[in-house]
């Protein structure tokens, strides 16, 4: 069972909505666990006066996204508070699934030696908040919003599939650096290697934000045995969320430990730290 509050500002953003976006991170709460998205309920409250026909586009659009994944919607309920008392609406979803695999999907599986991947290019769900929000039109980026069931129940059955996360809030730098410290090894990086899109850097480069603290709705990290490496990129780039499926880094017992290093790209190395506040707040 998962339950996430959803108060993203827009609404509605390049490339979903604040419906397509709860459904999305309900399921994929579940799906990097190793559980099926099978039952949803939804809970919105809605400031007085806001559009009823808006509302309903939102409802729609989660309704929709249930279908495709064949998650029943099975449970509703909705309150409206006075004018004033929240922006629009904030909708909070409760899904619940059953656990696919017979391993315990964890970060206390990793181990030295293990591969680290990604599912797909980094920031672009932040990158289209951020240019909805400030009004800066970046021409092909929308949010990477969907579900991921699809592409990563596939892998369930692999014996070296060590741990999986959604980049959700503080993007993929904050997944890595929970994962090293809980893990007390060192996460060796290649910023050559992690896929971001030239739009989500332009966006960035005028911002001043980096890409790897950038949210995703649609991004998942693994961490991944060496045996089953290629096999897991295999199968990922089957699906169509996944094309840009690679690994980005491993898992070693150098110093520091507990601490995510990069190599970049004019051959330097740097330590990837957590985040200090969150760089770009309201984007689930």
């Known amino acids: 069972m998962t339950m996430d509050g959803f108060t993203v500002s827009p609404r509605r953003f390049p490339g979903g909505d604040i419906g397509h976006l709860c459904v999305c991170g309900c399921a994929n709460d579940l799906a990097v666990r190793g559980a099926s998205p099978d039952f949803l309920g939804i809970s919105l409250v809605l400031e007085e006066g806001i559009s009823p026909e808006e509302v309903s586009s939102y409802m729609e659009s989660a309704a929709s996204t249930c279908a495709e ?51 797909t290019s980094v920031g672009r769900h932040g990158a289209a908040i951020a240019s909805a929000r400030f009004n800066l039109p970046v021409e092909g980026l929308l949010s ?39 893990s007390e090894l060192h996460f060796s990086l290649d910023e050559d290697s992690i896929p971001v899109s030239f739009q989500v850097k332009s966006l960035c480069d005028v911002l001043g934000f980096d890409p ?73």
């Open 69 to 119: 994944l064949g998650m029943t919607l099975a449970a509703g309920d909705t309150k409206v508070v006075p004018s004033g008392a929240v922006e629009g609406m904030i909708i909070t979803g409760c899904a619940f699934g059953q656990i696919r695999t017979a391993r315990t999907l964890s970060m206390s599986s990793i181990r030295e030696g293990d591969a680290l991947l990604v599912t």
């Open 144 to 182: 990477d919003c969907a579900p991921l069931w699809p592409a990563l129940s596939p892998l369930l059955h692999l014996e070296g599939l060590r741990c999986m996360r959604d980049c959700t809030r503080g993007g993929l730098g904050t997944v890595l650096c929970e994962w090293a410290e809980a």
């Open 212 to 284: 790897l603290y950038m949210a995703c709705e649609g991004c998942a990290a693994l961490a991944v045995a060496p045996s089953d490496t290629e096999e897991t990129l295999r199968i990922l780039r089957q699906s169509p969320l996944c094309g840009d499926a690679a690994v980005i880094g491993r898992v070693s017992s150098a110093e520091p430990k507990g601490m995510v290093s990069m190599r970049t790209s004019i051959g330097g190395e740097r330590l990837v730290d957590m985040p200090w506040g969150e760089i770009l707040p309201r984007i689930c």
